[in-house]
């Protein structure tokens, strides 16, 4: 019971330089809607101050505003404040968010949402399947209900809504993707300096900060400009180096322990990476 939490309903994230607060609303604070036979409650005409975000991963999804009703399937439909309306699943495919943000820098999406709402006053974006993966995680880890899931919803309710603005400010956002990169590279190197002794895969990394092979294998290539496997090995070595100059365990042992395969094997490459062998690194560098 020591890692529970109570549920916490608000995620407090940076956007490309814009402060969102996202709420969790319904059920444990669980995003998923239920199927509409268990549920009469999302009928109700009712409206925010908030916007509503909308996520239709399965089925449809009926909305019903004071203009119009609109079906949505594989969609993102985000539903601006004070807007009345109802909600009707056709199956317990769908997720709801509610989010704010204030502030200066927060103009620009403000307007963009104003722009991209329809004629019936909802904003409708396709559903990537990215997005829809992000969104399902989030509601097995509110399930959860735990510090560690906590943090991983929190990330992942990150990774949505930096997809959500990057399709309404493709200009804006495109100058500051590097930024969105950074955040990841900490969970990557941590994720790898953990696991040095075992092996290492690119869908555990991947799978470990809730993105796919592709962008974990670009923002390793952008930052180290290295595969991962050539970032693993450098690492291991890099471990190897100290254990030789600052201990008198033998070569053999951190070879050993090194997860470089065969001892052989860990004398070329150590060979290759610093122009020497292992005992005579050791050699020069006690001698220093």
Do not use: W
Request: proline content about 3%.
């Amino acid at each position: 019971m020591g890692n529970q939490i109570k549920n916490k309903p608000t995620f407090s994230i940076d956007v490309f330089g814009i402060d969102l607060k996202v709420f969790r609303v319904g059920k444990n604070q669980n995003p998923r809607i239920n199927s509409i036979k268990d549920q009469v409650a999302m009928r109700g005409v009712h409206s925010h101050f908030t916007y509503e975000i909308f996520f239709v991963t399965e089925g449809t999804l009926d909305i019903v505003t004071e203009r119009s009703r609109t079906t949505c399937e594989r969609k993102v439909v985000i539903i601006p404040p004070k807007i009345k309306h109802y909600t009707t699943p056709s199956i317990e495919g769908s997720f709801c968010l509610l989010f704010s943000f204030e502030g200066q820098a927060s103009d620009a999406l403000r307007d963009a949402l104003e722009l991209s709402c329809s004629k019936e006053g909802v904003c409708e974006l396709p559903l990537s399947d990215d997005v829809a993966f992000y969104i399902r995680k989030v509601s097995e880890k509110c399930e959860e209900n735990t510090l560690a899931a906590e943090k991983d919803a929190e990330l992942l309710a990150s990774l949505i809504f930096h997809e959500i603005v990057r399709a309404l400010l493709p200009d804006i956002c495109a100058d500051k993707t590097e930024k969105s990169d950074s955040k990841h590279i900490g969970l990557i190197e941590e994720f790898i300096n953990s696991n040095l002794g075992g092996k290492i895969r690119l869908t555990d990394v991947a799978g470990h900060v809730f993105l796919s092979t592709r962008q974990v294998s670009r923002i390793i290539l952008k930052e180290y400009g290295c595969t991962l496997s050539e970032l693993v090995t450098e690492k291991r070595l890099a471990r190897a180096e100290m254990l030789i100059k600052n201990t008198d365990m033998k070569i053999g042992e951190i070879a050993a322990q090194s997860n470089l395969g065969s001892e052989n094997y860990f004398y070329l490459l150590f060979k290759k990476h610093y122009g020497m062998s292992p005992l005579k690194f050791r050699q020069e560098n006690r001698n220093t």
